[in-house]
């Protein structure tokens, strides 16, 4: 038995490197250079976001979070003039409002994907590389590397994602169905990276369109009975990539940042739509805003973060 004294000792160490850990994270966090960012709304910033959904909207409307219920107060996009931007997933949903945002501030726009829209197809000047799953390493390799002629880029924005329509429980378990989103959303934007920095393709930062759902912790309180499992797998899958990416390539000065774009009214969220209200869901064009105000701050000093694009703080992996 341990004395009541030691006890308390070893409780206190306990706590310590708890805190410890998240201290550590938040001094990571902290500018390392004497470089002044681009606007400190895009500094890093200690602290984390609210598990609870309902709560952290309920909360940013008592406070009149301004950063949070109305991205025009602190976004200026004029940063992407001139910028040449690769984005995954551009036909449809946020990654098409993201393009839209992109072209309407003058960036050059390359979009990486399956197949285009007429909508896309409508955006003059963007270059739109068709017939490329992000699951087929061939096609990320070849034809996505072929296209771009050798000119690197400012940004690549991993946007493209998959979540299976059905709530996946014990009942109706599909590990097929598990194995395609980890392909999509946990290996994809691995690939797609890869590709670009092995042919010395990427002169800027690397951003992750990744999902709140990646946190384990926060299953604790938004997944009280569990389920959807290859959707929450795929995105923990995604971050682990992400992370090892940003530790593996911080040497060549290839910032990566992990953004969590926000609860967005786009068809893969349709499903949801009785909670789009409550929980403060936006229109994707606002959240491509949102996402371009965080993807201002990638740099190295937060490289490896993941960044909840609502209110710009972190969420715990
Ligand atoms: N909406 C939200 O509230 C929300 C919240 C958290 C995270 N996210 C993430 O944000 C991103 C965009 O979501 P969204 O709501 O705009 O979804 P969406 O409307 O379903 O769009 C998904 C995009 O990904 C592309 N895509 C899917 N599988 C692909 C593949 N194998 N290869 C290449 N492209 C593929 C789709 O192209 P096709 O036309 O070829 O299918 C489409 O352009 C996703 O990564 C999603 O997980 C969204």
Redesign the pocket.
């Known amino acids: 038995m341990l004395s009541a004294s030691l006890q308390l000792l070893c409780l206190q160490a306990a706590s310590a490197l708890v805190v410890g850990s998240r201290a550590h994270r938040i001094a990571m966090a902290a500018p390392s250079t004497s470089r002044p960012f681009s606007s400190p709304e895009v500094a890093p910033r200690p602290g984390y976001s609210k598990a609870d959904q309902v709560a952290r909207y309920a909360a940013a409307q008592k406070e009149n979070n301004a950063r949070y219920l109305d991205i025009e107060t602190v976004y200026d996009g004029s940063y992407l003039k001139g910028k040449r931007v690769l984005i ?10 993201l393009v839209k945002e992109l072209h309407a501030q003058g960036a050059e726009v390359i979009v ?4 285009s ?1 007429p909508e896309l197809d409508a955006l003059v000047g963007v270059q739109v590389i068709t017939g ?5 390493t061939a096609a990320v390799s070849g034809k996505m590397i072929d296209e771009l002629k050798g000119e690197p880029v400012d940004y690549i924005i ?6 299976w329509e059905p709530h996946e429980t014990l009942e109706n378990m599909n590990f097929e169905e598990q194995m ?1 989103q980890i ?3 946990g290996l ?1 934007p691995l690939r797609v990276s890869w590709a670009m920095i092995n042919k010395g393709l990427v002169k800027g930062s690397i951003i992750i ?5 990646d946190s384990a912790e926060w299953r604790f309180t938004q997944n009280p009975e569990g389920g959807d499992y290859g959707h929450h797998m795929s ?1 923990a899958a995604c971050n682990m990539g992400g992370v090892l990416l940003a530790q593996e390539i911080k040497g060549k000065g290839i910032p990566v940042l992990l953004i ?10 349709s499903k ?1 739509k009785h909670i789009w209200d409550i929980e403060g ?1 936006v229109e ?1 064009s606002v ?1 491509a805003k949102r996402v371009l105000h965080e993807v201002k701050g990638a740099t190295l000093e937060r490289t490896g973060m993941f960044v909840n694009a609502e209110d710009g703080l972190q969420i715990p992996f």
């Open positions: 995954t997933g551009g036909n449809q949903g946020l990654g098409l409002a990486v994907g399956r197949r829209s490329v799953d992000v699951t087929d991993n946007n493209a994602g998959y979540f395609k392909d999509i959303c994809g369109v990744t999902s709140q759902a995105r969590h774009p926000g609860f967005n009214r786009t068809g893969m969220t949801f869901a994707a959240g």
